[in-house]
């Protein structure tokens, strides 16, 4: 009998990926979907056609525990969350509705449907901030900086807590930054892929950013949901920093960006205070020894790739504006 | 307090004074109800604060909540509510002492557990932002946020790491609290409190369910106390000495984190012989350890190290373990009558808890 998965935060960037990978596992695949008329349910379709999808809504636990009903899951990925760290700031209790709380409810909703469906808690660097040691592992205390730093710590947290009290197999994958060409326009690295590709093609001749110093850890989205799939298929459940154990800043980014298509940055890239955080994080690297020990996984696409397939998706995208996929976009 | 001008029309009866009073302080309560809330409003009275409680809609308030506390209805998981208590008090000093403070009840009902006990403290870090971010917010942190420690004793530097649905909502309330003092520059402290007791304690805590259980045994009322783990461990404190800490807390010039605790432990064990002696009897002829009141995961050893507390604030404990735990023995020996017992409110309306502690 097929194996049957649901995702929460299907739409995101990583939900379609997980989606895509779980179906080419053999899965039968469920996907979490908010309120009526959902754009992004659109988009998701379209990219995973054998995706099926579920009204429910992390804010309302008795939508929970209907979907699971419904649809049966042997695992639930959590990737649901408001995860923005910037939009955190001025939705705080959202935030915490949502990032936090709605761990609990998922969790609390596992426990009362069947205690057997196994859990993966989509965990955040972002939990460490103001880093005490580096690089970051499990075992690495945390320091949250942000509203969804601090909502993820509860959701982590929460998570062991369902493991070591109720027994459930509930796993907490601290994903390091990782990133794709399907990163929503809010994250930075998109943010500059997408501009480069506006100036290159002369839709543009400026980007705004924040902190150009600022560092992080940043794979490739695709690799890091096989960790999450590798999680739940362990015969003990445990938590696993997925990283690349490299960093890089906002500075190397534009570099390797803008030098893609033959630009400097230094002739573009406006410093805007506005895009400053209250709290920016330090130095965030991962160390995923245990990952690669335990569950044998590996990072397969380099810093430097990761950039060029960002930029060439975002060029081909404003090339073919009227291509269904840069709908709106211009 | 009398408004200073009683010929001016002044303020509806049992209303909150708009006057400034001298000291020029009000304090807004939340929790006021609890063990804490009272024994903290008579010290700000005391002070010469006003003094406002938050009470839920509909509850009860019980006798100690000193008369001139100004009750107000609200509740943390409604920010409307407290933007409202703030807008109508206009404290300078916020209390939070509400939580779902049951640690047993939390395995049951860790999302309601959440709302009220982490969730609501964000939400009323976000009404002070909002309303005036110079009030000052002590927030009642606990020593569950250490649950799972390995190292011993505890201190402010200690990472988290919570064992309960309670603790990890605590925790959450506990970074929050930091995260607005460091990102947005609110006044905000938690007070890392250890176990803390009193006669007032609720019964379904621990220490009062041994020291009710003692009294009533005592009195020929029951013969046997049923009770989980009787190994755990406790860094158990006197309830008064804990608020007037919070107190110290805010009126530093700087915001900061406080462990608020004895720095030593005692066991259940311990608990039994110093409760049950009070009354001249042998604990072990009347305890039966019961496996469904064990909870399932279990913290570790908590004790608290107060040393930033004794250097910063000159806090102190003033009450030793043995002498608080007679004290409460003996409170509730006298609050059953022992010729009218089987009718005596004191013991006869605690219903048995399901509570280890």
Redesign the interface.
Known sequence: MSRSALITGVTGQDGGYLAEHLVAQGYEVHGLIRGQNNPRATVVRRLVPELRLIEGDLHD?SSLIAVLEATHPDEVYNLGAISFVALS?KQ??NT??IT??GV??M??AIRLVNPAIRFYQASSSEMFGKVREAPQNELT??H????YG??K??GH??TV?YR???GLFAVSGILFNHESPRRGLEFVTRKITDGVARIKLGLESELRLGNLDAQRDWGFAGDYVRAMHLMLQQDEADDFVVATGETHSVREFLELAFGHVGLRWQDHVVVDERFLR??DVAVLVGDAAKARRVLGWEPTVAFPELVAMMVESDLRELSAPLSPAAGGRR | MPPPHPALPGPDPGGYSRSVPAAGRRALVTGVTGQDGPYLSALLLAEGYEVAGLILPGESVPDSVPAAVHRLEGSLTDSGSLRAALAEVRPSEVYNLAAATSVADSFDNPVAVAEVTGLGVLRLLEAIRQADPGIRLLQASSAEIFGGATTSPQDEGTPLCPVSPYGVAKAFAHQMVQHYRRSRGIFAANAILYNHESPRRGTGFVTRKVSLGAARIARGLETELRLGNLEVERDWGYAPDYVRAMHLILQQDVADDYVIATGRTHTLRELLEVAFSAVGLDWRAHVVTDPALLRPAEPGRLCGDPSRARARLGWAPTREFAELIREMVLTDLAGIDPVASLSDPAGAAAPPSQQPG
């Open positions: 636990q700031f705080a209790i915490g509705e936090g709380l609990t409810r969790l609390d205390p945390f949250p900086r942000s509203p601090v909502a710590v509860y947290h929460i807590n070591e009290s109720y209250p709290a």
